[in-house]
């Protein structure tokens, strides 16, 4: 398949552009800057991402959003996504987004989010917020195909590649080790998967490690 990845230069966009042409998959990253693309010899649009138009991506069977916003400018997380709608809006293109944890609830009402928790640290509840804006807006679109990704808490750039993973949809989980945990490489794969065998449309689902 033809897979976008915005934000291919960031830690969870490189680890899912490899997992994708690992796989198989004709991948381009669209990056502002193509310098600084680790990959070599990858397709590349250097563009910002608040400039891409329907034309950009119609070439692509499946976008990635892993676009991550500076720290004091985490509104451009709703921005961004709300360009990507935009763009996306009644064409066939998937969209898929990297989200985060704190959208997540934490007990089985579905009352309490991640983000409201006491423990939450403050400088990630910008974030959190505003990635739950792009999930509402999600939610409230039409005629646009998506997927929202969210990881477990503890989301681990340096962490192995098991290729066991469990998903769930809108509550927080916890792997038999008693941890909300997933690593950068198995959330690549749960992503990539589910390219590959849609499971989760127009819905969000999260991912936990089991190893």
């Known amino acids: 398949m033809k897979i976008a990845v915005i934000g291919a230069n960031g830690k969870a966009g490189s680890s899912i552009l490899k997992e994708a042409a690992d796989r198989g998959h004709e991948v381009t990253a669209i990056v502002r800057n193509a310098s600084k693309l680790q990959s070599t010899g990858t397709a590349v649009i250097e563009k910002d991402v608040f400039s891409l138009t ?29 360009a990507l709608i935009e763009a996306l809006k009644g064409t066939p293109t998937r969209l898929i987004v990297v989200g985060g944890a704190g959208s997540l609830f934490v007990d089985e009402a579905e009352t309490v ?53 469990r998903k769930g949809k809108n509550q927080l989980l916890i792997n038999s080790k008693g941890q909300s945990y997933v690593s950068y490489a198995d959330y690549a794969i749960a992503i990539v998967d589910e390219i590959e065998n849609p499971q989760h449309l127009n819905e969000r689902f999260t991912v936990v490690s089991e190893n």
């Not at 892993?66 to 709703?78: D, I, N, R, T, W």
């Not at 928790?117 to 505003?130: L, V």
């Open 113 to 165: 989010r991640v983000v409201d928790t006491p423990d939450f640290p403050k400088e990630y509840h910008a974030t959190a917020s505003n990635q739950a804006i792009n999930l509402e807006e999600l939610r409230n679109s039409t005629s646009i195909n998506w997927t929202f990704v969210s990881p477990s808490a503890f989301f681990d750039p340096q962490g192995p590649r098991t290729g066991t993973y």
């Open 54 to 82: 329907a034309s950009d991506l119609a070439p692509f069977d499946v976008v990635i959003n892993a676009f991550g916003a500076p720290l004091e400018q985490e509104q451009l997380h709703v921005k961004a996504g709300h």
